[in-house]
C-alpha cells in the first residue's frame, strides 16, 4: 500500500488544535477525564484510537516514536500503529524505551525509569473507573465532581471482606493529586508505582469514549488501598528465562503439550537491553523517509 | 523457543495480500466494478451512506467493495474518510413537504392529499427466490418508466393535517432556532437533546435500532405507534450563502423519511394528544427510518413524563451503544494480545484458588 496523501499525522490542524485544548485541560487539571471531538479514525475504536489521536496531536518532526503493545514492540497492533505513525510523520521510531521522546503504549509501563522531557500515551479502553459499578456516565460525572468516592471503596472492602484481598489485578484505580479517581488504563497494577511523581508527561487517550485525561510530570499518584489492606503489586517466584530479570513483569509462555511453562519479560525492549549478544539490528534508532 | 512476537510486520503485508486475493475471488469471472455495486447493490449502497454519514453513493459503493460486501466495515471506511473533510458550510433545513415522491404511504389515512403511492417496495413481493436471476439472462425492456413517474410538486404530510385539528404536538421552532450541534464534532453528552439523540440515531446501528424498536412493541415501553407516513424521494438541498442573501439548490438529494404517531394519555399540562417519533434516512432505509422513529419515540418518555423503565427509553443505554464502529471495534479490540492482563488474572485465580476450601473437604458441596 503506497502512503495516502495526508496531512502530518493524518489529522487536519483544526481537529489537532482541538485535541491539544483538550490535552491542556486535561493537564491543568490532573486526573479529570476533557470529553473531545473524537474522531473515526482509519484504525478501530478499541484498539488504541484515543492513544493515536493524542500523538498525533502532539508528535513534531523531531520526535522519536517508540510504540508498545503488552510490553513489546513487535505485537502487530503497535507495529501497525508504528507503521501508521511512519507512513504519516515520516519521524523515526525505535524500540528503545531511553531514545524515545515520545512513547505510545498500551497495557504497560516500560521497566526502564522515564526522564523528564519524556512523553508517555496511553490507550485507554474505559476511562471511568466507576463504570462497571454505575453505567450511567451522568451519574458518575456527578460522584467526580463531589470527589464522592465511597463507591469505589466499598467495591475493594466487598473484596477484601470475600477474599481477604483486593481482588483487583490491572486497570487498579488510582487517586491522582489527591482529587481525582482515575483509571491508569490497563495496566498491571505492577506498574501503577511508575506513575507516582513520574518526571515523564503522561497522557490518556480514549477515543471511542472521547475523553482524555493526563498525569502532569512530577504529581502523585496514589494506588487505592486501606491502612490494613495497603496496595501491594504482584511478585513471582521465577525469573525471566531470557535474561534472568527478577525485578520485571513476567508474562508466562505455555511450551509445550504439557503445559511446561517458562516466564519471560513483558517488556521486550527490557529484555533484549540485558542480552548483550542477542541485541544487533532490530535494536536501532530506524530513520525513516518521509513516505 | 520464544519467537511469537517478531514478525508481526511481515504478517501484516501478508494479510494484505490475502485479503485482497479473497476480495477478488475466482480471476476466472469478471471483477465487480463499483458503477455495478452502486446501480445493482443500491439498497446496500443506501444503508453504507447512512449510517457512514456521507451521502455519495460512488464512495459508499467503493467502500462495499473494498470491504468485500461487509456493511459494517463499508461504513467504518466511509466514516474514517470524512473524519478530516472540512466543513463547508451549513445547509438550510430539508423541506420534506417539496419532496418529489417515488413512494408514500400512510397507515393511518385510506386516502389522503397526495394519495398513496407504492412505488418500489419488497413489502408485496413474495418470498420464493427467482431462479430466472440465476439464468444471468439479458435484462427485460424497461416498462415501468412510461408509466411510474415521481410525484411533483408539493404533498402536505400527515402530521400537518393532524395538526390543522391541534390533534396532535407540535414542536415549534425554539427562540433563536440555535444550531444543532455536530455529534461528529462534539462528543455526546447526558442528557442529550432531542437534536443531538436523532443525529446519533441516523448514524446508529440498523441491526441494533430495529432490535431497540422491536422490545418497544414487546412490552417494552410500548407506545402505541401508527405509521402516519413514509415517504421516499429526491428532495432538494439547498444553500444560503450569506452574500447572496437567498436560498440557492446545489444539487436533490434521496431519502426516506418516516413520521411515526404515537397515543399519548396527556399530563397535568398537555391534554391528551398524539405525540411523534421520527426517523429519517439517506436513500432508500425503510427499516431504519422506521426503527429510528420508534426509538426516537421511546427516547423522549422523560420529555413527555412517562416512567423510564425499559431499555429503549434510557439515553445512556441507548444512545452509547448504537454506533457501530464503537461496538464493532470494542467487540473485536478483544481479538489483540491481553497476555498482560491475563498474567495477572492468572495470578489471581491461582491465589484464590489456594485460598479456597479444597473440594472434597467437609462443608460446602460446591
Not at chain 1, 505513525?85 to 525505535?94: D, I, L
Amino acid at each position: 500500500m503506497s502512503a495516502p496523501q495526508v496531512n502530518f499525522a493524518y489529522l487536519d490542524e483544526r481537529t489537532k488544535r482541538m485535541i491539544r485544548r483538550a490535552i491542556l485541560k486535561a493537564v491543568a487539571i490532573p486526573g479529570y477525564q476533557v470529553p473531545f471531538g473524537s474522531r473515526e479514525m482509519p484504525l478501530p475504536y478499541g484498539w488504541g484510537t484515543g492513544g493515536i489521536q493524542v500523538t498525533a496531536a502532539v508528535i513534531g518532526p523531531q520526535d522519536v516514536l517508540k510504540v508498545i503493545d503488552q510490553g513489546s514492540d513487535d505485537t502487530v497492533n503497535a507495529v501497525n500503529i508504528r507503521r501508521f505513525f511512519e507512513r504519516t510523520t515520516g519521524v523515526a521510531t525505535t524500540t528503545r524505551t531511553t531514545e524515545a521522546t515520545l512513547i505510545q503504549t498500551r497495557h504497560r509501563i516500560p521497566e526502564t525509569p522515564l526522564r523528564e522531557g519524556q512523553l508517555m500515551v496511553y490507550q485507554v479502553p474505559v476511562p471511568e473507573p466507576m463504570q462497571r459499578l454505575e453505567p450511567r456516565e451522568t451519574e458518575t460525572r456527578t460522584l467526580h465532581g463531589l470527589a464522592e468516592y465511597g463507591l469505589m471503596h466499598v467495591k475493594l472492602y466487598e473484596d477484601i471482606a470475600r477474599y481477604g484481598h483486593i481482588a483487583t489485578t490491572y486497570d487498579y484505580p488510582v487517586l491522582v493529586n489527591g482529587r481525582y479517581i482515575m483509571a491508569p488504563s490497563p495496566i498491571p497494577k505492577f506498574d501503577n508505582p511508575k506513575m507516582h511523581m513520574s518526571p515523564a508527561l503522561q497522557l490518556f487517550g480514549a477515543g471511542r469514549e472521547k475523553r482524555i485525561y493526563a498525569v502532569p510530570p512530577y504529581t502523585t499518584v496514589e494506588s487505592l488501598g486501606f491502612e490494613d489492606h495497603p496496595f501491594e503489586v504482584q511478585r513471582w517466584d521465577a525469573a525471566c528465562a531470557l535474561c534472568g530479570a527478577t525485578d520485571s513483569f513476567l508474562d508466562e509462555v505455555i511450551t509445550d503439550d504439557a503445559g511446561s511453562r517458562l516466564h519471560v519479560c513483558s517488556d521486550s525492549d527490557y529484555c533484549q537491553s540485558r542480552q548483550p549478544a542477542v541485541a544487533t539490528v532490530e535494536h536501532e534508532t530506524t530513520p525513516k523517509e518521509l513516505a | 523457543m520464544y519467537v511469537a512476537v517478531k514478525g508481526g510486520e511481515t504478517a501484516i503485508l501478508n494479510s494484505y495480500r490475502l485479503l485482497a486475493e479473497q476480495r477478488r475471488g475466482d480471476r476466472a469471472l469478471p471483477e465487480l466494478s463499483v458503477a455495478q455495486i452502486r446501480q445493482q447493490l443500491k439498497l446496500s449502497v443506501d444503508r453504507v451512506m447512512t449510517e457512514g454519514s456521507v451521502y455519495d453513493p460512488e464512495l459508499a459503493a467503493l467502500a462495499i467493495k473494498q470491504a468485500a460486501g461487509d456493511l459494517v466495515e463499508a461504513i467504518f471506511l466511509l466514516r474514517a474518510y470524512r473524519a478530516t473533510l472540512p466543513r463547508l458550510g451549513s445547509t438550510l433545513p430539508l423541506d420534506t413537504a417539496r419532496m418529489a415522491l417515488e413512494r408514500r404511504i400512510s397507515a393511518t389515512f385510506k386516502d389522503l392529499p397526495g394519495g398513496q403511492v407504492l412505488g418500489p417496495t419488497y413489502d408485496y413481493t413474495q418470498r420464493l427466490l427467482d431462479f430466472t436471476l440465476l439464468a444471468n439472462s439479458p435484462d427485460s425492456p424497461r416498462s415501468v418508466s412510461a408509466a411510474f413517474k415521481a410525484e411533483e410538486g408539493a404533498v402536505p404530510r400527515v402530521v400537518d393535517l393532524l395538526n390543522q385539528e391541534g390533534l396532535i404536538e407540535t414542536r415549534p421552532v425554539p427562540p433563536g432556532d440555535p444550531a444543532p450541534m455536530d455529534l461528529t464534532r462534539a462528543p455526546l453528552r447526558f442528557p442529550a437533546d432531542r437534536a443531538t439523540r436523532l443525529q446519533n440515531l441516523a448514524r446508529g446501528d440498523e441491526g441494533f435500532l430495529l432490535a431497540m424498536a422491536y422490545s418497544t412493541q414487546r412490552g417494552y415501553s410500548h407506545s402505541h405507534p401508527f405509521v402516519g407516513e413514509i415517504r421516499l424521494g429526491q428532495v432538494a438541498l439547498e444553500i444560503e450563502p450569506e452574500e447572496l442573501g437567498f436560498a440557492i439548490s446545489i444539487g436533490d438529494l434521496e431519502i426516506t423519511e418516516c413520521e411515526m404517531v404515537n397515543q399519548f394519555a396527556g399530563s397535568k399540562t398537555e391534554p391528551p394528544q398524539f405525540t411523534r417519533g421520527y426517523g429519517l434516512a439517506f436513500g432508500h432505509s425503510e427499516r431504519k427510518a422506521m426503527a429510528m422513529s420508534l426509538v426516537d419515540r421511546a427516547l423522549r418518555a422523560e420529555e413527555l413524563g412517562e416512567p423510564v423503565e425499559s431499555p429503549a427509553q434510557m439515553q445512556e443505554f441507548v444512545l452509547s451503544h448504537s454506533d457501530s464502529l464503537e461496538a464493532s471495534g470494542f467487540v473485536q479490540h478483544l481479538k489483540l494480545p491481553h497476555y498482560v492482563d491475563f498474567q495477572s488474572e492468572l495470578e489471581l485465580v491461582r491465589r484464590l484458588r489456594a485460598a479456597a476450601p479444597q473440594p472434597g473437604a467437609e462443608g460446602d458441596p460446591a
